[in-house]
Structures are given as structure tokens and as C-alpha cells.
């Protein structure tokens, strides 16, 4: 059994993605005893509070609109559940349980800072939830990423109090009947919980972690994948040289070009300075300037993201004082989504233009006047009969396209709610679901270039001597795809082979037997 332990301050994205990700029968995620006292503290505060008769936002008053609107002491956890069902109001299709998981895990963690107000068994039964593989239905719409992500924590927090659903051991149940199964009690919520809950940045800030870990394999991907077209191709790796990018010295452009250099180390497949063809188009010559770029983008949101994970993201939050042990509660807007906004806005413009770049290598490869006659027309043999792969390169065109108008940034919207009072918001989580489809996007088109140089290779080979090998790091790529994807012969069904890539793209495989070779 796994432990991870969570104190507020120390999640990782990498742990975050073990959670996600993982066996749960074999983790198990608990809060640090630190943590414990910091969270306990902060429940007996709020019990202060409301022994004082104090006024504070969300615990004795009501939310947004309301927020002047003063709750009387027996009606404060009514108080708390309201804001549960009222605010559960999301629609769409729901979150896969890596993401759910994802979620459950950040709130979690930020709750256990211990400025929140929510009791110590709230919070362990949240992350006995997580522990024994109870995933709350939450739907994918109704977060503007401000005032927090409410509708869809709403949903997620809903089976704590056996309402809303769960999926248990593969069976989408209700909330009660879910947690019944699990052998776990639902609680009765107390001031400030369901707020504390629903109050946040966590929906997008789990989308965030995963997409940009995602981003990072694209990418790598996108680098073999880029190399195999330049082999098929018939490439130069001159516009690599190291005293190129010296001379415009971003780091990750740098090395983008070293990583490139690397793949392609031994190859027999590119060609030395030609007089008569001096240099290639720019998808091959400028891929260190691209895909450099977009290596910035993603270490932008890994930055944001690893300061997110260990954020306080409600509102009001709760301080005492060490030496007196003064309260004050304190409004302010920490649950605004824009950091996280504008950063998945800036990883879906960059992935869409990893897309970009993919879709005009391979429209290269299918291209005959494009690629000087070195490969078939559509890379098929008796061309005409067989249409070869033509329109595989249409599918990289209407997902490239479809990425471009994804790539409308949410976070320069804005619409205002609650009678004005929430009058700006970030768009934040839209920002991220968009992200994650033109991800997805992405990938498809990724594997596309893949099968597709495979085949352009193949070609070559028989213009080459037959002991002719590719670089050190594409070669175990180019074998992996050939495990699964004959030689194309002629017209057949694609679409399956397709897929296999794209799971191989998925899986990490393409990215980990590149690694692994280069490492010998």
C-alpha cells in the first residue's frame, strides 16, 4: 500500500497524476498530523464565531447576492446544505474518474491548510471517499472560475451528505446507496463546510495538472514524430547545429534543437549538406523554433499549476492569531480563476499549433511535388486505384482547424452573475475543457504523422542499402509502430491502425522506448 501523505504545502503534479491515475486499491492518501491541528483549529474558530455571534461572510450570512443577508444561529448548517443542493446545477458529460480523482485529491489538500473552517472528519471522510474508490458524478459545465468552481464542486461534495451520485465498483449509484456500499457514514454539514467545499479554484485546477502533464508527452512525442517525417523525407539536421541556437538562446528552443540532434544521432535516412538543396521547408527546418515555443507554454503551467495545487482557493478565510489567538475572518478573492485561465488559454494556443505544424509535415509526406518526388503520390503504390493516405491527411486538417477555433481564449470573456456582485469572472474552467480537447486533438493527429512517416520510410528503404538504420532515438519508435502496423500495401481499412498508434501514443510507449534507447 502506497501512502501519500498531504499537508496543504507539498503536493506535486506527479502525485497528483499517481492519484489520478493509479491502482486506489493499492494508495492510500492521509493528512499529516500537522495538517490535523491546522484544520481542527480553524473548526474550533468557526465555533467561536458563532458563539460570539459574529458576522461573517458564508458562515452567518448568506452567499453572493446575499452576502448581507444575516443567518440566525439555528439555521446555519441548514445554511451549509443549501449550498450543496442549490449550487449543484452543472450539465454536459461527466468527468472520467482519473479527473474526478484529481479533483477530490486537490480539494482535499487544500482544505488541510487549516484557513477554511471545515472540520477534521470532513475532511478524512472526503479522502476516505478517494481511498475506497467512491467517485462522485460531476458534470463537466457550470463553473465561470470565479466564486470558485461551485456547480461542479457542488456535485462532487454532494454523496458526503448522501446526496447526488457515485460511481462504486464500476455502478453509477445515488450518493447514499454509494457510500452505504463502501461502508462510509454520511455527515451532517456544520457552519462554513459546504462553502469551504464548493468554494474554489479545483475544477480547473485539476484539469490543469493533467492536461499539462499530458502536453509534456505530446510534445516529446512531437519531437520523434517530427524526426521520422524528416527521415522519410529525407531531410538535413543542419538547421539543428548547436551554434544555431546559440545565437537566439531560448533555453527550451536550445534544447528542443539538442533533443532533436539526439533522435536523430546515426541516422541514414538524412542527407548531408547538398548543394542543390540547400535547406528544407520550414515544418522540418524551424521544429527547434516551434516546438521550443511550445515547450515554454508547458513550463509556464507546470509553474502556475505547482503553485495552485498548494493554494487556498475559498473564501472568507480564517486566521488566528499564534500569540493571542485573535480570529479574523477575512473576504477576499482568492477563488478568481484568472492565473489558471490564462495559462490553459496559452497551453491550448500552443498545442494547437504543435497540431499546426504535424498536419503540414504530413501534408508534406502525402504531398508528392512537396516532398521532390523522394516518396508516391499519398504514399501508395499504383496511385489512382489506391488512394493511399489522402484522406488521413483531410482527418489532421479538420482536427488542426477544429484546435484553431478552440484556441479562442475564454479568459478575455466575461459575464457577470449573482445580481452583479460576482460582476467579472475568468472563464477558467472552459479555458481548461477546451484545452483538454484540443489535446486530444493533437494526439490524433501526432499518430497520424507517425503511421504516416513509417510508411514514407518504408519507401525509402528501397532506395537506400538494406542494412540503412534510423536515428538512435526514432529507430525503436519507427519498430514499435511495426509491431502493430504493417507496410500498407494497398487500400484497406485505416482507421483501426490509427487507433493502435494513438493508444501507443497514449500509453507513453512512443516517448519511453525513444528514451530508453538513447539512454544505452
Same mark, same amino acid.
Given at each position: 500500500?502506497?501512502?501519500?501523505?498531504?499537508?496543504?504545502?507539498?503536493? &506535486?503534479?506527479?502525485? =497528483?497524476?499517481?492519484?489520478?491515475?493509479?491502482?486506489?486499491?493499492?494508495? %492510500?492518501?492521509?493528512?499529516? &498530523?500537522?495538517?490535523?491541528?491546522?484544520?481542527?483549529?480553524?473548526?474550533?474558530?468557526? @465555533?467561536?464565531?458563532?458563539?460570539?455571534?459574529?458576522?461573517?461572510?458564508?458562515?452567518?450570512?448568506?452567499?453572493?447576492?446575499?452576502k448581507?443577508?444575516?443567518?440566525?444561529?439555528?439555521?446555519?448548517? @441548514?445554511?451549509?446544505?443549501?449550498?450543496?443542493?442549490?449550487?449543484?446545477?452543472?450539465?454536459g458529460?461527466?468527468?472520467?474518474?482519473?479527473? =474526478?480523482?484529481?479533483?477530490?485529491?486537490?480539494?482535499?489538500? /487544500?482544505?488541510?491548510?487549516?484557513?477554511?473552517?471545515?472540520?477534521?472528519?470532513?475532511?478524512?471522510?472526503?479522502?476516505?471517499?478517494?481511498?475506497?474508490?467512491?467517485?462522485?458524478?460531476?458534470?463537466?459545465?457550470?463553473?465561470?472560475?470565479?466564486?470558485?468552481?461551485?456547480?461542479?464542486?457542488?456535485?462532487?461534495?454532494?454523496?458526503?451528505?448522501?446526496?447526488?451520485?457515485?460511481?462504486?465498483?464500476?455502478?453509477?449509484?445515488?450518493?447514499? %446507496?454509494?457510500?452505504?456500499?463502501a461502508?462510509?457514514?454520511?455527515?451532517?454539514?456544520?457552519?462554513?463546510?459546504g462553502?469551504? +467545499?464548493?468554494?474554489?479554484?479545483?475544477?480547473?485546477?485539476?484539469?490543469?495538472?493533467?492536461?499539462?502533464f499530458?502536453?509534456?508527452?505530446?510534445?516529446?512525442?512531437? !519531437?520523434?514524430?517530427?524526426?521520422?517525417?524528416?527521415?522519410?523525407?529525407?531531410g /538535413?539536421?543542419?538547421?539543428y547545429?548547436?551554434?544555431?541556437?546559440?545565437?537566439?538562446?531560448?533555453?527550451?528552443?536550445?534544447?528542443?534543437?539538442?533533443?532533436?540532434?539526439?533522435?536523430?544521432?546515426?541516422?541514414?535516412?538524412?542527407?548531408?549538406?547538398?548543394?542543390?538543396?540547400? @535547406?528544407?521547408?520550414?515544418?522540418?527546418?524551424?521544429?527547434?523554433?516551434?516546438?521550443?515555443?511550445?515547450?515554454?507554454?508547458?513550463?509556464?503551467?507546470? *509553474?502556475?499549476?505547482?503553485?495552485?495545487?498548494?493554494?487556498?482557493?475559498?473564501?472568507?478565510?480564517?486566521?488566528?492569531?499564534?500569540? #493571542?489567538?485573535?480570529?479574523?475572518?477575512? $473576504?477576499?478573492?482568492?477563488?478568481?480563476?484568472?492565473?489558471?485561465?490564462?495559462?490553459?488559454?496559452?497551453?491550448?494556443?500552443?498545442?494547437?499549433? +504543435?497540431?499546426n505544424?504535424?498536419?503540414?509535415?504530413?501534408?508534406?509526406?502525402?504531398?508528392?511535388?512537396?516532398?521532390? *518526388?523522394? +516518396?508516391?503520390?499519398?504514399?501508395?503504390?499504383?496511385?489512382?486505384?489506391?488512394?493511399?493516405?489522402?484522406?488521413?491527411?483531410?482527418?489532421?486538417?479538420a482536427?488542426?482547424?477544429?484546435?484553431?477555433?478552440?484556441?479562442?481564449?475564454?479568459?478575455?470573456?466575461?459575464?457577470?452573475?449573482?445580481?452583479?456582485?460576482?460582476?467579472?469572472?475568468?472563464?477558467?474552467? /472552459?479555458?481548461?475543457?477546451?484545452?483538454?480537447?484540443?489535446?486530444?486533438?493533437?494526439?490524433r493527429?501526432?499518430?497520424?504523422?507517425?503511421?504516416?512517416?513509417?510508411?514514407?520510410?518504408?519507401?525509402r528503404?528501397?532506395?537506400?542499402?538494406?542494412?540503412? #538504420?534510423?536515428?538512435?532515438?526514432?529507430?525503436?519508435?519507427?519498430?514499435?509502430?511495426?509491431?502493430?502496423?504493417?507496410?500498407?500495401?494497398?487500400?484497406?481499412?485505416?482507421?483501426?491502425?490509427?487507433a493502435?498508434?494513438y493508444?501507443?501514443?497514449? $500509453?507513453? %510507449?512512443? !516517448?519511453s522506448? $525513444?528514451?530508453?534507447?538513447?539512454?544505452?
Open positions: 500500500m502506497q501512502q501519500i501523505v498531504i499537508d496543504g504545502e507539498n503536493l &506535486t503534479l506527479e502525485q =497528483v497524476i499517481t492519484v489520478a491515475y493509479g491502482n486506489f486499491e493499492e494508495l %492510500e492518501v492521509v493528512l499529516s &498530523t500537522e495538517a490535523q491541528a491546522k484544520v481542527q483549529r480553524a473548526a474550533e474558530a468557526v @465555533q467561536q464565531l458563532l458563539r460570539e455571534g459574529r458576522v461573517a461572510y458564508g458562515i452567518t450570512t448568506g452567499f453572493g447576492a446575499f448581507d443577508k444575516v443567518i440566525p444561529p439555528e439555521q446555519v448548517e @441548514q445554511l451549509q446544505y443549501n449550498i450543496l443542493v442549490s449550487h449543484a446545477v452543472g450539465v458529460p461527466d468527468f472520467d474518474i482519473p479527473t =474526478v480523482r484529481a479533483i477530490m485529491l486537490i480539494r482535499a489538500n /487544500t482544505l488541510a491548510r487549516g484557513h477554511s473552517g471545515i472540520r477534521l472528519k470532513t475532511i478524512n471522510l472526503l479522502l476516505a471517499m478517494l481511498n475506497k474508490g467512491v467517485h462522485p458524478v460531476i458534470p463537466e459545465k457550470g463553473s465561470l472560475g470565479a466564486s470558485g468552481d461551485l456547480a461542479p464542486l457542488a456535485h462532487m461534495s454532494l454523496p458526503l451528505i448522501g446526496e447526488g451520485e457515485a460511481f462504486y465498483q464500476g455502478e453509477k449509484l445515488d450518493g447514499a %446507496e454509494a457510500m452505504k456500499r461502508g462510509l457514514e454520511p455527515i451532517k454539514l456544520a457552519a462554513k463546510e462553502l469551504a +467545499l464548493t468554494n474554489g479554484t479545483t475544477i480547473m485546477c485539476a484539469l490543469g495538472v493533467l492536461e499539462t499530458r502536453a509534456e508527452n505530446i510534445n516529446s512525442v512531437a !519531437d520523434i514524430a517530427g524526426c521520422l517525417s524528416m527521415e522519410a523525407l529525407n /538535413t539536421p543542419i538547421a547545429d548547436e551554434r544555431i541556437h546559440n545565437l537566439r538562446p531560448f533555453p527550451r528552443q536550445i534544447e528542443c534543437a539538442a533533443h532533436l540532434r539526439d533522435l536523430l544521432a546515426g541516422s541514414h535516412f538524412t542527407r548531408d549538406a547538398d548543394s542543390k538543396n540547400v @535547406q528544407d521547408a520550414y515544418t522540418l527546418r524551424c521544429i527547434p523554433q516551434v516546438h521550443g515555443a511550445i515547450r515554454d507554454a508547458i513550463a509556464y503551467c507546470r *509553474w502556475a499549476f505547482e503553485i495552485e495545487l498548494n493554494a487556498v482557493t475559498d473564501n472568507p478565510l480564517i486566521f488566528i492569531d499564534g500569540e #493571542t489567538g485573535a480570529i479574523d475572518v477575512l $473576504s477576499g478573492g482568492n477563488f478568481h480563476g484568472e492565473p489558471l485561465a490564462i495559462a490553459m488559454d496559452y497551453l491550448g494556443l500552443a498545442m494547437s499549433e +504543435l497540431g505544424i504535424s498536419e503540414r509535415r504530413i501534408m508534406r509526406l502525402v504531398d508528392e511535388a512537396s516532398n521532390t *518526388w523522394t +516518396l508516391p503520390a499519398f504514399l501508395t503504390k499504383e496511385g489512382g486505384l489506391n488512394s493511399g493516405f489522402m484522406i488521413m491527411q483531410y482527418t489532421a486538417a482536427l488542426a482547424t477544429e484546435s484553431k477555433i478552440l484556441s479562442h481564449p475564454a479568459s478575455v470573456d466575461s459575464i457577470p452573475t449573482s445580481a452583479n456582485v460576482e460582476d467579472h469572472v475568468s472563464m477558467g474552467a /472552459t479555458a481548461a475543457i477546451k484545452a483538454r480537447r484540443i489535446n486530444t486533438n493533437v494526439e493527429i501526432l499518430a497520424i504523422e507517425l503511421m504516416s512517416a513509417a510508411q514514407g520510410i518504408d519507401f528503404r528501397e532506395e537506400l542499402d538494406e542494412n540503412a #538504420t534510423l536515428g538512435k532515438g526514432t529507430q525503436p519508435v519507427y519498430d514499435l509502430i511495426r509491431q502493430h502496423v504493417p507496410f500498407i500495401e494497398r487500400d484497406t481499412i485505416l482507421y483501426k491502425y490509427m493502435k498508434v493508444e501507443l501514443l497514449l $500509453s507513453g %510507449e512512443v !516517448d522506448v $525513444s528514451r530508453a534507447a538513447m539512454m544505452i
